[in-house]
Structures are given as C-alpha cells and as structure tokens.
C-alpha cells in the first residue's frame, strides 16, 4: 500500500519536508516512488504537483493527517471529485 506523507529534510531546528509517494513499510527517511511536493512550516510555503497527487489518490494512497489537510487547505480533493465526476458522467 502506498502513503503520501511527510519525509524531513533540512538542519537542527530548522525543518523542511517533502511530500512523497512512499510505500507504507518503508522508514520515514526511507526510499520513495515519486515526491509530490514541499512544506516550509518556518516560512509557510507550500508547493504541491497536483497532478501527481491526484494519480496516486486515484489509484488508493492513503495521505497522511497533515498531508491530508495540506492538500485541503490547496483544494486537491476537490479537483479529485471533479476529475472522478467527469469520469462517471
């Protein structure tokens, strides 16, 4: 099964993280399939690759809790039910 989640890169204190595509049993520093963005918490920036996320929540990964409300906060679950919409229609 495949996560989105949270992969910390950066010095002491002074944290970055990726988002990735990662499977579950993997460490969270562990080798990812693809990185699907960028979280700064100190500066507040997010970068998400939208149409990567979408593919990998389409074909079932399970995102996180904080990258679940990162890509809620970006509006990527509504560009998912649009996307599954016209697919059904």
Same mark, same amino acid.
């Given at each position: ?6 992969? %910390?890169? =950066?010095?002491?204190? %002074? +944290?970055?993280? /990726?988002?990735?595509?990662? !499977?579950?049993?993997? %460490? /969270? *520093?562990? @080798? !990812? $399939? ?5 979280? !700064?918490?100190? #500066? ?7 149409? +990567?996320?979408?593919?990998? $929540? *389409? #074909? =079932? +990964? ?6 679940? !409300?990162?890509?809620?906060? +970006?509006?990527?679950?509504? *560009?998912? @039910? ?8």
């Amino acid at each position: 099964m495949v996560k989105l989640r949270l992969k %910390r890169c =950066g010095r002491k204190q %002074r +944290a970055i993280y /990726r988002i990735v595509a990662i !499977d579950v049993r993997s %460490r /969270r *520093e562990g @080798r !990812d $399939l693809r990185k699907v963005g960028f979280y !700064d918490p100190i #500066k507040n920036q997010i970068y998400l690759n939208v149409p +990567a996320i979408l593919y990998f $929540l *389409e #074909k =079932g +990964a399970q995102p996180t809790g904080t990258v679940h !409300d990162i890509s809620k906060k +970006a509006g990527v679950f509504t *560009e998912l @039910r649009l996307n599954q919409q016209t697919k059904f229609n």
